[in-house]
Structure formats: C-alpha cells, structure tokens
Nanobody, 124 residues
C-alpha cells in the first residue's frame, strides 16, 4: 500500500554535498516516522537518521551527526537527507524507510516500508 521512491543520489567529490529525497505514496497518515539507511556491498544496512511525521523529533547516528540533516515536508509526503562534507566512506546505496511505531531507531527490522535505494558515490 505504501511506496517509497528515493532520488538525488550521484557521484560527488569528497567534501561535496548531496540532497536525497524520498517521496512516499499511499496511506502515509498512518505512519509514525521515516528513516534513512545506507548499505555498502557486503555490509549490514546502517542507520543514518530518522524523523517523525508529527512533531520535531529527529535521531542521528553518531557517524553522521553534524554532517547530515534529515527533514520532511508533510504536505508533499517527502523526506530529505541533506548530506554535507561527504567522505569516501559514505559511498553506499541509501534507502529511505517508514515505520508505524516508535522503538529502536537504529533497527532496520523495525521499519515496515522500504524504497529501492539510490546510489551515492564519493570519490577521494
């Protein structure tokens, strides 16, 4: 019922910036929060950030705090991930995800809906 589509990935040089978007369609009114994860080849899916649909609460992984900013536009059913000061180790496929309840923001298995991912490549 809920579909998520990421966009905005690409190739950037170290120190550059990218803004990822995640457009949600379906019954988003029943959702609780959206998150961003990333996954490099052979690695586990890693939590980046999350934001609630209502209120202003945000959550960040220590590895990206101060560099990445999550935001939302409820009217557009869209969440964003503004990434700055990108490093080669940020290279991964980035996924947006939705969850219906609160809990462990770092746990991918607690998220209910996933996009197809968008590739971010940071060159050194």
């Amino acid at each position: 019922q809920v579909q998520l589509v990421e966009s905005g990935g690409g190739l950037v040089q170290a120190g550059g910036s990218l803004r990822l978007s995640c457009a949600a369609s379906g019954r988003t009114f029943s959702g609780y929060a959206m998150g961003w994860f990333r996954q490099a080849p052979g690695n586990e899916r890693e939590f980046m950030a999350a934001i609630r649909w209502r209120g202003t609460s945000t959550y960040y992984a220590d590895s990206v705090k101060g560099r990445f900013t999550i935001s939302r536009d409820n009217a557009k059913n869209t969440v964003y991930l503004q990434m700055t000061s990108l490093k080669p180790e940020d290279t991964a496929v980035y996924y947006c995800a939705g969850r219906m309840v609160g809990g462990n923001w770092y746990s991918a298995v607690e998220y209910n809906y996933w996009g197809q991912g968008t590739q971010v490549t940071v060159s050194s």
